[in-house]
């Protein structure tokens, strides 16, 4: 009987774990840095001097901030507002609740937001 109990747990679990594989969906890949446009190519530069500390740019997992793949691709950033080039100038320009303020010159912003959008 205690047998029986184990196996039908194991089912149970092994349905569950197939549910959830199952449920999860897989985000869009970033573009291969050999496409990039020269502004991106500047972009990965300021990323990586500004905010390679804090987000990962090729997975969702925090750092000491969120993963930023696909944040251009998604309904919403970690915050909940939707991922436009205004939001995100504000967020990097201003900071956000641990996210210190940046300071960038409107040529850094701009080539960063096109960089973010090959995430």
Known sequence: MRI???AARIALLAGATTMAVAGCRSL???KPEALWT???GRGAVVY???C???HRPN???PLNGPGLQAIT???AMPSGTPPSDERMTYVILHGRNMMPAT???DDQLSDLLAYLHTL
């Open 73 to 75: 691709k998604e309904k």
């Open 4 to 6: 029986h109990s184990i």
């Open 103 to 105: 300071q960038l010159t």
């Open 59 to 61: 997975d969702t997992r």
């Open 38 to 40: 020269v502004e991106e």
């Open 48 to 50: 990586r001097q500004k």
């Open 28 to 30: 869009p890949p970033s």
């Open 52 to 54: 390679a500390k804090c």
